[in-house]
């Protein structure tokens, strides 16, 4: 199947592939374009299931039976579950990646290119309570099928944007949107716990082997560092953007106390 392989052709057809029982389980209904299942999935009792929970979900989203040989052409992994979804890509605006109207808690990243990075990112900022994700057109596809499996669901729901002027978004959000933006740099001279996120905020994170291109990195309003000790020099990508997403998170917590169930 041309979607899970080549990016181009997902976003000329604006759909991509989900896989397994509970990834197709978490796609809201709006978004299912259609869904594949092997032959003989029906007949096994979570199969069975699956299928009467989505059609009463979305009982307009066509769904076929195929042979075991036509399926695993169409999947990507090397244990399929039996059934995939195409589904939908989501339009997104500046406003809905601001918060529309909580402060601003932003990731942006330039030029990732680990799957596993981004989809663990993606899933991160859903728990941490940020409020979107800005990358540019060089990193990594979101859509891709190992992106959209490690995100676990969290695609769905964590508004997201791709820009072609990465410059240009970051001066936006500094002088239109009031939006501080953080740098996570070697030559940072304050640790990340001692800059205020409780306003509008948005962290920058680079390429893993390069990190942030001088002339991004530029754009920061501030630099900052993570305290390192041994002989490391920086964390993992994602890694390094759960730090910062999570310190924001408890600052807020404790300026903004929530009520919250475990």
Same mark, same amino acid.
């Given at each position: ?25 978490? /796609?809201?209904? !709006?978004?299912?374009?259609? $869904?594949?299942? *092997?032959?003989?999935?029906?007949? @096994?009792?979570? &199969? %069975? ?97 190992? /992106?959209?499996? !490690?995100?676990?669901?969290? $695609?769905?729901? *964590?508004?997201?944007?791709?820009? @072609?002027?990465? &410059? %240009? ?94």
């Amino acid at each position: 199947m041309t979607l899970n392989k080549k990016a181009r052709e997902r976003k000329a057809q604006r759909l991509f592939v989900v896989e397994g029982i509970r990834a197709v389980a978490e /796609v809201p209904a !709006s978004l299912l374009h259609a $869904i594949y299942y *092997v032959e003989g999935f029906s007949s @096994s009792a979570d &199969g %069975a299931a699956f299928i009467s929970e989505i059609s009463a979900k979305a009982p307009s989203v066509p769904m076929e039976e195929v042979a075991k040989k036509v399926f695993d052409s169409m999947s990507d992994t090397v244990t399929p579950q039996g059934v995939l979804a195409l589904v939908k890509m989501q339009d997104f605006t500046m406003e809905d990646v601001l918060g529309n109207g909580r402060p601003a808690h932003i990731v942006i990243l330039e030029s990732l290119q680990d799957p596993g990075n981004m989809g663990t990112i993606i899933r991160t900022a859903e728990g941490a309570g940020a409020t979107g994700i800005i990358m540019n057109t060089t990193t990594v596809d979101l859509y891709s099928p190992k /992106v959209v499996r !490690s995100t676990m669901g969290s $695609i769905f729901r *964590v508004p997201h944007l791709v820009v @072609s002027d990465l &410059g %240009a978004t970051l001066t936006e959000l500094k002088e239109k949107h009031g939006v501080s933006v953080y740098a996570a740099h070697l030559k940072g001279e304050k640790f990340y716990d001692e800059f205020d996120y409780s306003g509008p905020t948005a962290f920058m994170i680079g390429n893993e082997g390069n990190g942030l291109t001088d002339e991004t990195a530029a754009l920061a309003t501030s630099y900052l560092k993570i305290p390192m000790e041994g002989q490391l020099e920086s964390l993992n990508a994602s890694v390094a953007a759960s730090i910062l997403m999570y310190e924001a998170s408890r600052q807020r917590r404790c300026a903004f106390p929530l009520k919250t169930e475990v």
